[in-house]
């Protein structure tokens, strides 16, 4: 096949890693009669389970990445820590791989990725390299304190990461990093964290969906709501920033970029991350097209989908510690009928990890943020039969309390 050709349904999308980014990913492609097939080392996994074929095999077994690529059309990544070599395989097997394996070599090592960004004249939180006790010293006097000390590579939600208050903290908190390399960063006293999910067709369109607003607990992303409230000259900073983002690293996929915003006003990109995002879920409600559809479509080459926000939107993620008490109440959380669930199909509810989320849409953001957390804290009521009838009855008069609000009939 010609790599510049569209792929028409029923092509094959081969993703690496398997995941709920990847699930998700599937159940879209699926929906528009894409096929999938996943590659990654764990068996029944999120993605496996609803793809067409799960390959079970280590990321640095080449032969059987070559076999993979052989059956699939079109080569692209759930997450972005897969060895540069799986995209060269691919290469070589003249399977596209979008996006290019230049975008996953700059954005899995951070400090690759903030030296792309400060070169290409983008605004980033002040850091510094660190791969000797020297450098360490030195970082150190041209940050200063308060710091994070992060592992260059192979970090994500928090792992890998020492908050260093003091100097004299500085080395222990590389040493328990286990003295790799480094990136020290000046801590940044944010206003809020906000993330602008977009994507790049392979014509160079360019689509996303505002910007949204994140928190963040125990460094892993616990709720996003859109659009954020941010006044509309920042608004349209931030995704200018995307937009240079994307195009500076030729993008053919869908991009977050993940930003913060300072107590001065100032934009600062903290994190790239070259796929779907945990932040963008909501998408799949609250827009015409999700981050999901649209990156099948630009990795096999569609027009890109509208990306209009239907309605205000927040997400909650719920992570393994929901289970610590036993199942979750998924009844007391759907008694308010407009709240969605989507869970990852993990069997292993681990503390902080991600087992799925909810979505809510209402009128506002306010509105939305206050239905979602009402419906996850919903989740850690008992199983009580009586008591569950009793508050089922009080959160459906609430939501329809909300939806008498404005709800257009859901
Ligand atoms: P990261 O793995 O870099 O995305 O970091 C996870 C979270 O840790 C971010 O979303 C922030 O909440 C926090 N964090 C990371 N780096 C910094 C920084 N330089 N200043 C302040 N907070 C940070």
């Not at 053919?252 to 070259?274: K, Q, S, T, W, Y």
Request: contains cysteine; negative net charge; hydrophobic residues 45%.
């Amino acid at each position: 096949m010609k790599p510049s050709s569209v792929l028409f349904p029923p092509a094959v999308i081969g993703v690496f890693g398997s995941g709920q980014l990847g699930r998700m990913l599937a159940l879209a492609a699926r929906a528009m009669g894409y096929r999938i097939h996943t590659y990654s080392p764990d068996r029944d996994s999120p993605t496996g389970q609803v793809a067409d074929r799960e390959v079970c095999a280590p990321y640095d077994d080449l032969d059987a990445v070559r076999n993979f690529v052989r059956e699939v059309d079109v080569v692209t990544f759930e997450f972005e820590n897969v060895a540069a070599a799986v995209a060269e395989v691919a290469a070589e097997e003249g399977v596209p791989v979008r996006p290019g394996g230049h975008v996953l070599h700059t954005t899995q090592q951070r400090l690759r990725e903030k030296q792309f960004l400060r070169g290409a004249g983008l605004p980033v939180t002040p850091f510094a390299a660190v791969r000797t006790e020297e450098d360490l010293r030195s970082a150190m006097d041209q940050i200063g304190a308060p710091a994070v000390l992060k592992t260059a590579a192979f970090g994500y939600d928090g792992k890998g990461q020492r908050r260093i208050d003091a100097p004299e903290q500085a080395l222990s908190a590389w040493n328990a990093l286990g003295r790799q390399e480094a990136i020290l960063e000046g801590f940044v006293d944010f206003e809020r964290e906000l993330s602008v999910v977009a994507a790049r067709g392979m014509d160079g369109a360019f689509a996303h969906w505002g910007v949204i607003e994140n928190v963040h607990r125990n460094h892993i992303l616990d709720l996003s709501v859109a659009p954020a409230r941010l006044e509309p000259r920042l608004a349209c900073e931030a995704i200018e920033l995307a937009r240079a983002v994307l195009e500076a690293l030729d993008v053919v996929g869908v991009l977050c970029v993940e930003m913060f915003l300072d107590r001065r006003g100032r934009l600062l990109i903290n994190e790239l991350a070259p796929r779907p995002h945990n932040s963008g879920h909501l998408t799949i409600e609250a827009s015409i097209t999700s981050q999901f559809e649209q990156q099948a479509r630009a990795v096999c080459g569609l027009p890109l989908g509208a990306t209009d926000l239907l309605r205000p939107a927040a997400m909650a993620n719920l992570l393994g510690d929901l289970w610590s008490h036993g199942e979750p109440n998924w009844a007391a959380a759907l008694a308010d009928r407009g709240i969605k669930l989507h869970l990852y199909g993990k069997k292993e509810p681990r503390k902080g990890r991600k087992m799925g989320h909810l979505t809510a849409l209402a009128d506002t953001i306010e509105e939305a943020r206050a239905r979602v957390l009402k419906a996850r804290s919903a989740l850690a009521r008992q199983h009580d039969s009586a008591l569950e009838s009793r508050e089922t009855a009080a959160l459906s008069e609430w939501a329809d309390a909300v939806n008498e609000g404005g709800s257009h009939g859901s």
